[in-house]
């Protein structure tokens, strides 16, 4: 009986041990296009962009300045003013849901969690006919971490998206 005991609490041990029920295991948005609310983004405001998959939606807002035209390259890093937000639905959710003048009751958002660390890096060129600026978006060394203290370190997506801004016209 003596060694029972220690063989029970051993197993006893390995089945209280919780080895983090991480629930996201990646996030993969690669194949999904960046999406916007307004016909055209303005360089000079708050810009928000969403990629959606599923039930699961990445929004990122840009400070106002931060889709600077004529700026080759621009590195931002996160801050109150630029976040990166995962969320996770209880259902699929759709462009309606971040578009709407009035969001709509459903899905809910299960879970939300902000990026507490990272970089926006936006490369900007302007197009071969002039009227555009054409900014690719990259997100480097982003880390989420969800309210249960686990955590996402060193999530980096090469291809955020690619949004246009137009030239501005000349007095």
């Known amino acids: 009986m003596k060694k ?18 991480l629930q996201i295991e990646t996030l993969d948005f690669d194949s999904v296009a960046v999406q916007f609310c307004d016909s055209e983004l303005d360089p000079t405001a708050s810009n928000v962009l969403f990629k959606i998959n599923g039930d699961e939606a990445l929004i990122l807002t840009l400070q106002a300045g931060a889709l600077n035209n004529g700026t080759a390259g621009n590195n931002i890093t996160l801050s109150t003013q630029t ?22 009751t459903e899905p809910i958002v299960t879970e939300e969690i902000v990026a507490e660390a990272g970089s926006i ?15 690719t978006i990259q997100l480097s060394d982003i880390i989420l971490v969800n309210s249960l203290g686990e955590s996402i370190t060193d999530l980096t997506i090469n291809d955020f998206g690619e949004v246009m801004t137009a030239v501005p016209a000349s007095n």
């Open 4 to 21: 029972l005991i220690p063989i029970f609490f051993g197993i006893l041990l390995l089945n209280s041990c919780d080895d983090g029920d």
């Open 83 to 104: 976040q990166l937000v995962y969320r996770i639905f209880s259902d699929n959710v759709d462009t309606a849901y971040f578009c709407s003048a009035i969001p709509p």
């Open 121 to 135: 890096i936006i490369t900007t060129v302007m197009s071969t006919d002039g009227t555009t600026f054409d900014h």
